[in-house]
């Protein structure tokens, strides 16, 4: 059964039950329901464009205009917040959106960030959900299925070239991912789900968003994090399932007033997004009396290929594969590896995504057939990570063959944001490499190389790239050099940076 049909089951089936309780209310499942054929026929009225996007703060209105969207047979494109005008401008842009579900309150918060929806390429129309008519009753015709290769969401995450890249996952990857995971991790329908992760972030939408609305569990959204209020709400609703970053959990273990007691319920606490720092682990397990298991995935893989539970678990380690995921260790030249033997890790399975956007080049780049023993020609997503699998299938990432930075959970690669300090005048060329920090897991450091007769001005730099681009990627530390390291091509070497 399609993913959309199986949702919509759910809130036939326990109409009154709660799906969802966020900052300003809480919905049933046949409000959710309702809602969300409400907001279809506004969605096909505004626009006759296979794409529309969300720019919605986490909680109940993105689930319904999330469904919405599948059910006036349009994609969504999740819209983050975070970007900068520039970064949002290209994703408006290259996705071909005319219309923006969002909400009043949302365009006043991003218009005290410095954004302006009027300006976006194409003026798109804005659909504010407070003002749909909520009236009479919408055409409640029983939708046509997805097919498994349709387009179901298009996410745009970082991208090498400094601009984001559309990534495309159908019915099938997101449906497979979400079937996997539910019975990897024994999910149920008397769960509760704790939402702190933003709903455009992957995790956010596919395990916190529609995963808990295909098995009918209820989620407890908060649209900012803030820990003190994470704490009450974990201990308010009962939570018992959590998945969050690591620089959360550290932020959390720091609530002074914090104890077990607070965390008593919760049963799965899951950390993803970047690596997880033994003092953040260790400091969470003694303070508040939970265990953090590791998962990992990536937005082109739906988002979960492992996952730790408490039933299998290996400290260090990211967990097994889901049931259909395959994690693939291969050498430069694409041989296969065997147990315990490090090299670039593949993903292979149904939950790997279509493909980039607009860029079939990029995605040529980024798949490989192999031919698997026991599987065959198999489609593999190379992830640029570097790992080893232990004979018992447990995960342990080492590195990263990609010189990406992992800032607060968020993929950040160092181009992007070369490319906007050198676009000062001052500036001849510039590279970023990543520090370690406790609270975000990673922080951007940049040094530049200055053209003839300029003065260097780190806060100015700063002040340029707060402009250009989202505020969490701005560097913490701008240094200055009198020449960057180069090969003998004139490549900069960014290895050959120290801190």
């Avoid at 590279?431 to 609270?439: F, K, L, T």
């Avoid at 002040?463 to 091509?489: Q, W, Y």
């Amino acid at each position: 059964m399609s993913l959309l049909r199986q949702i919509l089951l759910r809130g036939l089936t326990r109409p009154r039950r709660t799906a969802i309780t966020d900052d300003q209310r809480s919905y049933s499942f046949f409000q959710i329901f309702l809602g969300a054929f409400f907001a279809a026929r506004a969605i096909r009225k505004a626009t006759d464009k296979p794409h529309v996007g969300l720019l919605l703060p986490t909680g109940g209105a993105f689930s319904i205009a999330l469904l919405g969207c599948w059910l006036a047979r349009r994609t969504p494109v999740p819209l983050n917040y975070l970007l900068s005008q520039s970064e949002l401008d290209h994703v408006v842009a290259d996705s071909g959106i005319d219309t923006v579900v969002t909400a009043g309150k949302m365009i006043d918060a991003i218009e005290k960030q410095g954004l302006d929806l009027g300006a976006l390429p194409g003026r798109p129309t804005l659909l504010k959900m407070e003002e749909l008519k909520f009236r009479g009753l919408p055409p409640l015709t029983w939708p046509p299925a997805l097919g498994t290769n349709d387009l179901a969401v298009l996410l745009y995450t970082s991208g090498t070239s400094g601009r984001p890249k559309g990534v495309m996952l159908t019915e099938g990857n997101l449906r497979c991912n979400i079937e996997d995971a539910v019975t990897h991790a024994k999910l149920q329908d008397g769960h509760v789900f704790v939402g702190v992760l933003p709903q455009f972030h992957t995790f956010g939408l596919t395990v916190l968003t529609v995963l808990p609305l295909y098995i009918g569990a209820r989620v407890v959204y908060t649209a900012r994090f803030n820990p003190r209020k994470l704490t009450q709400l974990i201990k308010e609703h009962r939570a018992s399932i959590m998945v969050a970053v690591p620089s959360m959990y550290g932020a959390l273990a720091a609530v002074k007033k914090a104890s077990p007691d607070d965390f008593a319920s919760l049963e799965l606490v899951v950390s993803g997004g970047e690596p997880l720092p033994a003092a953040v682990y260790e400091g969470v397990q003694e303070k508040l009396g939970v265990e953090i298991l590791e998962g990992y995935g990536l937005t082109e893989t739906s988002p979960v290929a492992n996952w730790s539970t408490p039933e299998r678990k290996r400290r260090h380690s990211v967990g097994p594969t889901l049931p259909r995921v395959r994690n693939i260790i291969v050498d430069e030249h694409n041989q296969i590896l065997g147990p315990d033997q490090e090299g670039e890790i593949l993903i292979t399975g149904p939950n790997v995504m279509k493909g980039y956007y607009n860029l079939p080049e990029l995605t040529q780049e980024v798949m490989v057939e192999l031919d698997l023993p026991g599987q065959g020609l198999s489609r593999c997503f190379r992830t640029g990570d570097i790992g080893k699998v232990d004979t018992d299938g447990f995960l342990f990432i080492t590195g990263r063959k990609k010189e990406m930075l992992i800032i607060g959970g968020e993929n950040v690669f160092p181009r992007e944001i070369e490319e906007v300090l050198n676009r000062h005048p001052s500036v001849h060329a510039s590279a970023v490499i990543g520090e370690p920090c406790s609270s975000r897991g990673e922080q951007a450091v940049a040094f530049v190389e200055l053209e003839e007769s300029a003065r260097f001005d780190p806060d100015d730099l700063r002040r340029h790239c707060r402009e250009g681009m989202a505020s969490f990627k701005v560097p913490k530390d701008i240094r200055h050099l009198d020449k960057l390291p180069r090969n003998p091509t004139g490549k900069i070497q960014r290895r050959a940076l120290t801190l």
